[in-house]
């Protein structure tokens, strides 16, 4: 899919794809999508099942999602 925007318009037109995304989802798939992980922290959470993710890990342990 493609989108051409002016850039003047950019920031409003990601804006109201954001809000038509999240409109369609629940409430918990919308905190784990704005999730953030400090991959300099001694360990992290994962965004995907929640499990341990030691540091320099390159993959959650528990489901093996790439976060590296």
Same mark, same amino acid.
């Given at each position: 899919?493609w989108l051409?925007?002016a850039?003047?318009? !950019?920031?409003a037109?990601v804006?109201? $794809?954001?809000? +038509?995304? &999240? ?8 905190? !784990? ?5 400090? $991959?300099?922290? +001694?360990? &992290?959470?994962?965004p ?14 528990e ?6």
């Amino acid at each position: 899919m493609w989108l051409a925007v002016a850039s003047c318009d !950019a920031r409003a037109c990601v804006e109201v $794809l954001q809000r +038509d995304w &999240a409109d369609g989802q629940d409430a918990e798939a919308v905190a !784990a999508a704005a999730a953030a992980i400090d $991959l300099d922290a +001694d360990e &992290a959470n994962c965004p995907a099942c929640g499990g341990t993710i030691p540091s320099g890990s390159e993959r959650c342990p528990e489901c093996r999602l790439r976060i590296a």
